[in-house]
């Protein structure tokens, strides 16, 4: 995880503390029966400090974050406690405390800088498409964007920012928990609201409009039109769920010119499911039996953005009949070619994505791919063993880290959801640990 305040560490300051450190993440994803199922640690709602709004208080998945700094002090102050009970040094214990309370209060600065730029660092971006006009607001996330007015930075910045498309019908608020651990990763992040909330402005005739598609394609002339009105020459397309049926669609049109990275995860359009058979997955499988049981999943997936959410019903259903209908094929696939790398991401347990089908499909396009252009970038397919289709916003900063890994030598690739962080404190007892 990026240190924008402190920088590295001088190598006379560090102290080996592995062996605390591992011990303490294992103790960390320990939970109880109500911790799991009913009562996740999280601090407890308050004033978001520093904000323009002073009653604006933390979201939900910030609030779990500051709550998993806390259950981590509490498991070592037990532990040191228990050590000096029982006459054992506990001064290893000591100095992982010191080391972690350090890194943690710049954790705790960064956490409430970007619950803050959700709020104050939006942009409305006003475009027009063959659906009429939009006025789309834009989130940017970026840890090292400079507060004040007149402080600038030494460098050019020379990242290429993602641009996150998410799930159905959400905002950014509501996808926070994904593109959260990316801007924790040091990266800058361009989140749009879909054209269903109500805070986008739409034409008045919008329903009768999303009534009209049997594609996608005035979702990815929203999208592109967005990118395009903002002056930004590349991105890193980033799609989620639907958002990565979306991302796929824009990929092939051969006007976009943008794109270099292509990050789709977990996209729906896959498979013929009808309107019904997409609910049933979205609402019965995904939510029901894998989503409101666990507490964790509840806050990350559900609950973070509710209270921001403006979005339609009539509008989600539309959305439903055309992500239940089969948008993508190999031979359609086969015609995106990204300039820089291409990345599958699925879970083997997610109702909306099947994995299998996912994987056939991909790599059918890849072959007709290099038939029709062998110096084309190969599809990277990495599945996540055990990851429902809210994986990557329940492990988003393990699923951050992962894509500044090196291209695997192998096209396939698997890992296990449970070797990815799942929060900013699990990621500090990492870094400490290598």
Request: with cysteine; net charge negative.
């Amino acid at each position: 995880m990026k240190n924008f305040e402190t920088g590295s560490r001088e190598p006379e300051e560090e102290i080996p503390l592995q062996e605390e450190a591992g011990k303490l993440q294992e103790g960390l994803g320990k939970k109880g029966f109500i911790e799991k199922h009913f009562s996740e640690v999280q601090t407890r709602e308050a004033p978001l400090r520093g904000a323009k709004n002073p009653e604006q208080t933390r979201g939900e998945t910030f609030r779990f974050e500051r709550g998993q700094i806390l259950k981590a002090y509490k498991i070592l102050r037990k532990e040191i406690r228990d050590a000096e009970e029982n006459g054992e040094d506990a001064a290893p214990n000591k100095n992982l405390l010191k080391e972690i309370r350090s890194r943690a209060k710049i954790l705790e600065i960064n956490l409430d800088k970007l619950e803050r730029q959700y709020y104050e660092n939006v942009k409305i971006v006003n475009i027009e498409t063959e659906f009429g006009k939009f006025s789309v607001p834009v989130v940017e996330l970026d840890l090292r964007k400079k507060e004040e007015e007149g402080e600038k930075g030494e460098k050019k910045d020379e990242r290429i920012p993602y641009f996150l498309l998410g799930p159905v019908a959400t905002n950014y608020h509501q996808s926070a928990a994904l593109s959260m651990g990316l801007a924790l990763e040091g990266e800058r992040v361009l989140v749009p609201a879909w054209p269903e909330q109500a805070m986008v402005g739409r034409p008045d005739n919008f329903g009768e409009l999303l009534k009209q598609q049997e594609g996608l394609k005035l979702h990815k002339e929203y999208a592109k039109q967005t990118i395009r009105q903002m002056d930004l020459e590349t991105v890193n397309l980033m799609g989620y769920s639907m958002g990565g049926a979306v991302s796929l669609e824009l990929a092939q049109d051969p006007d976009f010119q943008e794109l270099r990275d292509l990050i789709i995860v977990e996209p729906a359009g896959l498979e013929e499911k009808s309107l019904a058979g997409i609910g049933k997955d979205f609402v019965l499988k995904e939510g029901l039996i894998k989503t409101l049981p666990y507490s964790e999943a509840m806050i990350k997936t559900l609950k973070q953005g509710s209270r921001d959410d403006t979005g339609s019903l009539k509008f989600l259903i539309q959305d439903g009949r055309i992500l239940g209908k089969k948008q993508f094929d190999a031979e359609k696939l086969a015609n995106i070619h990204p300039k820089g790398r291409y990345q599958l991401w699925v879970g083997t347990k997610s109702s909306i994505t099947d994995d299998k089908t996912a994987v056939r499909i991909f790599l059918e396009a890849d072959e007709l791919c290099k038939q029709k252009d062998p110096e084309a970038n190969p599809v990277e397919i990495h599945i996540a063993e055990g990851g429902t289709h809210g994986w990557p916003s329940l492990n988003s900063l393990g699923f951050s880290r992962m894509l500044k890994q090196e291209k695997p030598k192998e096209q396939i690739s698997t890992f296990k959801i449970s070797d990815l962080e799942n929060s900013a404190m699990a990621g500090i007892l990492e870094d400490i640990n290598q």
